[in-house]
């Protein structure tokens, strides 16, 4: 086991990994932009060190300075929670060159899914199911055209580079193509300096359903069930649950030794999810992701494993403590994301945490790196907390999901607790009948 890592990261990512490090007996080193001296991921780490001014471009993706950070405290590992550089290949590479290991998978397998038609094209060799679409990227107009004609409309045009719901664009009949592909393309271009694009069917009213998978990089592998995360506000997810409401045991089973096998095939290490549109009982791969998701709690919560640890044990050199005969679900676990933005536009609403009370009881796990007296800062993202409930049932969860949300206490900023307040009184809430466009059409409701 490692003696000492470092968390490349910020807020209540930086706090649950810290957690899982100490009761491995790992110590840890948190890093830090000069904007973030007083937070308290800071002060819960073993050892800090500043990397730099408060963009996140200039601290927590300054690759050299965290290298340097590494060197300087001596740490053998760098676990990047999510976002920031947590799926970047060139930094699992540059890890590698000063012999620090990366807790996540191999640069490798990053750039096979940060590509996202690499990433299709591998899952479909392996045998996972894909959404109807272009072979690989279109690169004309008139291919395109091409393309959509044989599949029929809709269909949806997607930045092969593409993440956080950027560089994708519908067309609804063939009027709209022209337009979707060149600014998929163009956005495409500003945001991360690639323009391939590729097409796809566009599923009318799918579940977003995902399942997460753990692989022990030696062609061992597991899968823990399935999230849904149709609850979503431009592509970004808000509400999340499992066992999704709309998943059987059986065809849990059947996707997940479709996705275990999958990633065992590759040899992939540590965790990853494998995301699917679900429409009409059939699945349809998207994208998977290489690193710990935001909303991992849920999976934890009913499998009753620590995701992180397993991770960092992996990382080590030690074996995966899981074994899918052992795996089994308890309960139902839901997670709402709390973010400090100001309903009903949801503006980014930094400022300082007069008063924080955190809910706390049976069935209640509450991640966020807030305190009273805490100044957010308006440099980074607005997910101030999530917290986590479960039950014994659905309908249990979402009692105590009601009861918690009115134990917590967040005075100093607007939050979104109001949203899901309301979305506590919503029917289809309460019975699990969602799919990827109910948030946006209630919202367009609420006006
Ligand atoms: P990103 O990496 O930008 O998050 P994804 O490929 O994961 O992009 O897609 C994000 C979301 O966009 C999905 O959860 C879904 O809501 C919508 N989406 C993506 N592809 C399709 C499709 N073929 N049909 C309908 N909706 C889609």
Not at 52 to 59: D, E, L, N, T, Y
Not at 207 to 215: K, L, S, W
Request: glycine share 10%; aromatic share 6%.
């Amino acid at each position: 086991m490692f003696s000492k890592i470092l968390i490349a990261n910020r807020g209540e990512i930086a706090l649950r990994v810290i957690r899982a490090a100490k009761e491995l007996g790992v110590r840890t080193v948190a890093v830090h932009s000069t904007a973030d001296a007083d937070a308290m991921h800071v002060r819960m780490a073993d050892e800090s060190i500043c990397i730099g001014p408060p963009s996140g471009a200039q601290s927590y993706l300054n690759v050299p300075n965290i290298i340097a950070a590494c060197e300087i405290t001596g740490a053998e590992a760098v676990h990047p929670g999510y976002g920031f550089l947590s799926e970047n290949a060139n930094f699992v590479q540059v890890l590698e060159d000063h012999d620090i290991t990366f807790i996540g998978p191999s640069a490798e397998h990053i750039r096979m899914m940060g590509d996202k038609i690499t990433a299709k094209d591998t899952m479909k060799k392996l045998g996972v199911p894909c959404v109807p679409g272009s072979d690989g990227g279109v690169d004309t107009i008139a291919e395109a055209h091409k393309v959509a004609d044989e599949m029929g409309y809709p269909v949806i045009v997607k930045a092969t580079a593409g993440g956080g719901g950027r560089g994708m664009k519908l067309a609804k009949t063939k009027d709209d193509l022209d337009e979707a592909f060149s600014t998929a393309r163009s956005e495409s271009k500003a945001a991360f300096g690639n323009d391939e694009v590729y097409i796809e069917k566009y599923l009318t009213l799918p579940r977003h359903i995902e399942v997460q998978v753990f692989g022990d990089g030696r062609g061992r592998a597991v899968h823990l069930g399935e999230r849904d995360c149709s609850l979503q506000r431009r592509h970004q997810k808000v509400f999340e649950e499992a066992p999704g409401p709309s998943i059987d045991e059986k065809t849990r089973e059947k996707i997940g030794k479709v996705c275990a096998d999958a990633i065992a095939d590759i040899k992939y290490s540590g965790a990853g999810t494998i995301e699917f549109l679900y429409e009409n009982g059939e699945f349809y791969f998207i994208e998977m992701n290489t690193r710990l998701q935001v909303e991992h709690p849920v999976t934890e919560t009913i499998y009753g494993v620590d995701l992180v640890k397993q991770q960092i044990r992996v990382a080590a050199g030690e074996e995966m403590t899981f074994k899918q005969e052992e795996l089994s679900i308890k309960g139902h676990a839901i997670e709402v994301r709390i973010n400090a933005e100001k309903l009903p536009n949801f503006t980014p609403c930094p400022g300082k945490i007069t008063t924080f009370h955190a809910p706390g009881g049976l069935g209640v796990r509450m991640d966020s790196a807030l305190y009273a007296g805490y100044s957010i800062p308006p440099y980074y993202d607005s997910l101030i907390a999530k917290l986590i409930v479960s039950g014994i049932t659905r309908e249990a969860a979402l009692a105590r999901l009601r009861r918690a949300l009115g134990e917590l206490i967040v005075d100093g900023v607007d939050t979104t607790v109001p949203l899901f307040d309301a979305l506590l009184q919503e029917e289809d809430v309460l019975t699990g009948n969602y799919d990827i466009h109910w948030l946006e059409k209630w919202l367009e409701k609420q006006d």
